[in-house]
């Protein structure tokens, strides 16, 4: 397992977000031109009812779950185990309840929330199956997961993304952070399960309705699916 191969053990990931965590939001914000706050905020709109208890997992910086509460969530809870990333999501708001923690072991009891969001984070995951598994557990019957996550584009853009991820993004990551978490990126992305073998194991994890959009020139893909 190694960052170029796009695969990394969850404390090696852990690691890596605690490294770049300065750096996040202002890549982010380079990467996406800012559109960034608007799939998120699509994912919050597509999940989240007014007065929902909300859990964002892999939360970060913090932006989708500021979108959950957008979105009217009552109550929202961000998990993520690196500190450093959460350290900036308090700093963003008090509104949200910021914990540490690992998706894969999540402490909260079944069925605690109505709606569950997820941006850019299942990627890093290493045991998918087992995150999407305690994702539904937590989740009451009927309840909504939604799935944001930069993904292989096809089409007429793919040329032009594949120049972005794969030498600009990491370039500019090396030049801005001096280490190879941007590499990682592209990496991953390439590993990743297309959308349309992600819908597959969402829907072997238990959940029904499961549903996808691609967004942004077929760079990203919002999944979402109900719990049974
Ligand atoms: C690319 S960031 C996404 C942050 C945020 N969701 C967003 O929309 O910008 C991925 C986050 O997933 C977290 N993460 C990865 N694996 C995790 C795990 N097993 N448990 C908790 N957090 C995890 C990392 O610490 C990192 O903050």
Redesign the pocket.
């Known amino acids: 397992m190694s960052a170029a191969s796009g695969s990394l053990e969850?404390e090696a990931?852990?690691t890596m977000?605690d490294s770049i965590a300065p750096l996040?939001d202002r890549m982010?914000l380079l990467m996406t031109a800012g559109l960034?706050r608007r799939w998120?905020d699509a994912t919050a709109r597509r999940v989240v009812r007014p007065g929902d208890y909300v859990l964002?997992?892999?939360?970060?910086?913090?932006?989708?779950a500021l979108a959950d509460l957008r979105a009217g969530a009552s109550r929202v809870v961000g998990?993520?185990?690196?500190k450093r990333?959460l350290e900036l999501a308090e700093r963003k708001s008090s509104a949200v309840e910021w914990i540490q923690?690992?998706?894969?072991r999540l402490p909260f009891p079944d069925g605690a929330f109505q709606a569950v969001t997820?941006?850019?984070?299942l990627r890093?995951?290493s045991d998918r199956a087992g995150?999407l598994r305690e994702l539904g557990r937590v989740l009451a019957p009927g309840g909504r997961l939604g799935i944001?996550e930069i993904t292989r584009a096809r089409g007429p853009l793919a040329p032009f993304f594949r120049i972005w991820f794969e030498t600009l993004v990491p370039a500019a990551g090396r030049l801005l952070s001096g280490g190879s978490a941007y590499s990682y990126l592209p990496a991953s992305v390439r590993r990743f399960s297309t959308p349309a073998q992600l819908a597959g194991e969402i829907a072997q994890a238990g959940f029904g309705e499961v549903r996808y959009r691609l967004l942004a020139g077929g760079s990203m893909a919002l999944h979402v699916g109900v719990a049974a």
Request: hydrophobic share 40%; charged share 20%.
């Open positions: 969850p990931v852990r977000f996040y982010n960034d998120r964002d997992a892999a939360c970060g910086t913090g932006d989708l998990v993520d185990f690196s990333m923690g690992d998706l894969c997820i941006g850019f984070g890093n995951v995150a944001l």
